[in-house]
C-alpha cells in the first residue's frame, strides 16, 4: 500500500498536501505514507472507517505494534503522521474528531550513559599521549586528567583560562587544588582537583606558555597557539584511546560518566556526587545509581558461585 493512488480517501489529497503545500521531503513522505498505510490496513482489517476511528481504536493500534516489537520512537512517529491527517481532515470541515489527540507512544527508556572501567580510565589517563611532540602530549595528559579527575563537561574545560581574571569563564586556582568553571546555564561552581590532575597542569604550562599567541588567555591551546575547541579535544581523545589500546570509543562526556560512576562506586555519597556534577537536580544525578548496580551485579555474576543460573 506504499503508491498513494491505492489509499483509501482521504489519504492520497492529504499526501499531496504534504508534499505540493508543505514541501515535505521525499524521505519524509515516504514515512507518512507508511504510517498512513498502517491505519488504512488496521481500520480495514476491524472494519472501521477512517472517519469513525475512535481514540481507543488509535490505543488499541498502538498497543499491538508496540507488543510487535515496534520501538516507542517509531510509534510516536506514527502517531504524529495520524494525528496530522486528522487535524488537517478538521481543517477541511469534513470532521469534528481528532482520534489520535491525547493518544501517545510508549516512553523509550533513556539509555544509560556509557562509563569506563577504573582500569580502562587509568590506562587512558597514563598513556603518554602523541608520540614526537612533548607539548602536545603533555596538554593531551592535562585535559585527561582533567575530565577524569574533576569530571568536567567539555565545554568547561576548554573555557577554562591560563589565569584568574575579570573576564575569564574559568580557571585553576592552584593553591587551593580548585577548578572554578562556568557551566550549563552559565552557573559557576568549583571544583577540587586531584593531586594528579594538578601535577598535570603544572607540567603543561610552561609549554602551553611557549605554544600560546601573545594575548591567547586559554588554559589548553592548539598546536597554532589559539585555545582548543571541543571537536579538537574530541579527536584527541579518540585517538589517545586507540593508541592506549582501549576496545571503546572515548568522548569527553564519557570521561565524565566515569568520574561519576566510579566516585559513587567509591562513596555512595549522591549528593556529593551531584554538587561535583553540578546537577541542579539529584534526578539527574540517579541515573549513576544504575550504573553502580550493574557494576556490582557484573561482580556478583563473576564471583558468587549462586550467580550462575540456566
Same mark, same amino acid.
Given at each position: 500500500m506504499n503508491d498513494a493512488t491505492a489509499l483509501p480517501e482521504p489519504l492520497p489529497r492529504y499526501l499531496r498536501h504534504?508534499? #505540493?503545500?508543505?514541501?515535505?521531503?521525499?524521505? +519524509?513522505? *515516504?514515512?507518512?505514507?507508511? %504510517?498512513?498505510?498502517?491505519? %488504512? !490496513?488496521?481500520?480495514?482489517?476491524? =472494519?472501521? $472507517?477512517?472517519?469513525?476511528?475512535?481514540?481507543?481504536? #488509535?490505543?488499541? /493500534?498502538?498497543a499491538q505494534a508496540h507488543r510487535e516489537g515496534l520501538a516507542p520512537r517509531s510509534l510516536a512517529l506514527r502517531l504524529a503522521a495520524w494525528r496530522g491527517l486528522y487535524r488537517w481532515w478538521g481543517e477541511q470541515g469534513e470532521l469534528k474528531l481528532n482520534p489520535v489527540d491525547g493518544v501517545r507512544a510508549p516512553k523509550a527508556a533513556k539509555p544509560l550513559p556509557k562509563a569506563l572501567s577504573? !582500569?580502562? %580510565? #587509568?590506562?587512558?589517563?597514563?598513556?603518554?599521549?602523541?608520540?614526537?611532540?612533548?607539548r602536545l602530549a603533555s596538554r593531551d595528559h592535562?585535559?585527561?586528567?582533567?575530565?577524569y579527575g574533576a569530571g568536567l563537561r567539555v565545554g568547561e574545560l576548554i573555557g577554562l583560562d591560563a589565569r584568574a581574571g575579570r573576564d575569564a569563564a574559568? /580557571?585553576?586556582?592552584?593553591?587551593?587544588?580548585? %577548578?572554578?568553571?562556568?557551566?550549563?546555564?552559565?552557573?559557576?561552581?568549583?571544583?577540587?582537583? &586531584?593531586?594528579?590532575?594538578?601535577q598535570a597542569i603544572g607540567a603543561w604550562l610552561p609549554?602551553?606558555?611557549?605554544?600560546?599567541? &601573545? $594575548?591567547?588567555?586559554?588554559?589548553?591551546?592548539?598546536?597554532? &597557539? +589559539?585555545?582548543? +575547541?571541543?571537536? *579538537?579535544?574530541?579527536?584527541?581523545?579518540?585517538?589517545?584511546?586507540?593508541?592506549?589500546g582501549l576496545p571503546t570509543h572515548v568522548h569527553p562526556h564519557m570521561?565524565?560518566?566515569?568520574?561519576?560512576?566510579?566516585?559513587? *562506586?567509591?562513596? =555512595? !555519597?549522591l549528593r556529593a556526587v551531584q554538587e561535583l556534577l553540578g546537577h541542579a537536580s539529584i534526578a539527574t544525578t540517579q541515573i549513576y545509581t544504575k550504573l553502580d548496580f550493574q557494576h556490582l551485579a557484573k561482580v556478583y555474576d563473576a564471583a558468587h558461585p549462586r550467580a550462575k543460573r540456566k
Open positions: 504534504l508534499e #505540493v503545500e508543505r514541501r515535505l521531503a521525499v524521505r +519524509t513522505l *515516504q514515512t507518512y505514507r507508511d %504510517a498512513l498505510a498502517r491505519l %488504512a !490496513d488496521a481500520a480495514a482489517v476491524h =472494519g472501521v $472507517g477512517l472517519d469513525a476511528v475512535l481514540p481507543h481504536h #488509535v490505543r488499541r /493500534w498502538i577504573v !582500569d580502562h %580510565a #587509568v590506562a587512558l589517563a597514563e598513556h603518554h599521549g602523541e608520540r614526537g611532540d612533548a592535562a585535559i585527561v586528567e582533567l575530565l574559568g /580557571w585553576i586556582d592552584g593553591a587551593e587544588a580548585t %577548578a572554578h568553571v562556568l557551566g550549563k546555564g552559565s552557573k559557576r561552581r568549583s571544583v577540587p582537583v &586531584g593531586r594528579a590532575a594538578m609549554h602551553r606558555d611557549e605554544l600560546a599567541r &601573545g $594575548g591567547e588567555p586559554a588554559l589548553f591551546v592548539s598546536r597554532r &597557539g +589559539t585555545r582548543l +575547541t571541543a571537536s *579538537q579535544v574530541r579527536a584527541r581523545l579518540k585517538a589517545m584511546a586507540l593508541a592506549a570521561l565524565r560518566h566515569s568520574f561519576a560512576s566510579h566516585l559513587l *562506586q567509591s562513596s =555512595g !555519597d
